[in-house]
């Protein structure tokens, strides 16, 4: 299975159909730079439904572990924060996620673009608070 497949049965999925919208049915958006936490928030406020982000190549698990990655601790700590944002808007609803293998141990990591009824400030907002650690509170006395 191709990523177009994956889209084309994701848009089928969503009540889009695959002819619906053909400017909107394109191939899997790949950034040409290494995609951070805040590029996918931006990316899931004004992406259409039925559209589509690559948001990691190669394996995820190990890419994000301190010791079998062969990341930095700064690429590690990143690709930790997009993984767990992928995630979290997953489970808002806003993106359905997708691995597709391209070889052992090789993968295309996917997020495709759900229907939602927030506007763009909405879901930015909701993926900034979800997963967001809550500050410490002050110790002392009063």
């Known amino acids: 299975m191709n990523a177009k497949t994956i889209v084309e049965t994701t848009r089928s999925h969503l009540g889009l159909g695959v002819d619906a919208g053909k400017a ?8 040409t730079e290494k995609l951070t936490e805040a590029g996918l928030c931006d990316w899931m ?47 808002l609803g806003l993106v359905h996620l997708f691995s597709l293998k391209v070889s052992d141990g ?16 909405e879901i930015r907002t909701r993926l900034r608070q979800v997963g967001t650690p809550s500050p410490v509170p002050a110790t002392g006395t009063h």
């Not at 495709?112 to 763009?120: D, F, G, I, M, Q």
């Open 24 to 31: 909107a049915l394109q191939a899997v958006y790949v950034p």
């Open 45 to 91: 406020a004004n992406a259409l439904v039925g559209q589509s982000i690559q948001y990691h190549e190669g394996f995820l698990l190990l890419d994000r572990s301190d010791s079998g990655s062969g990341l930095g601790a700064k690429d590690r700590n990143r690709l930790h924060a997009l993984a767990r944002r992928a995630w979290i808007a997953c489970e």
């Open 106 to 121: 090789h993968y295309r990591y996917i997020a495709v673009r759900s229907a939602s009824t927030l506007a763009p400030p």
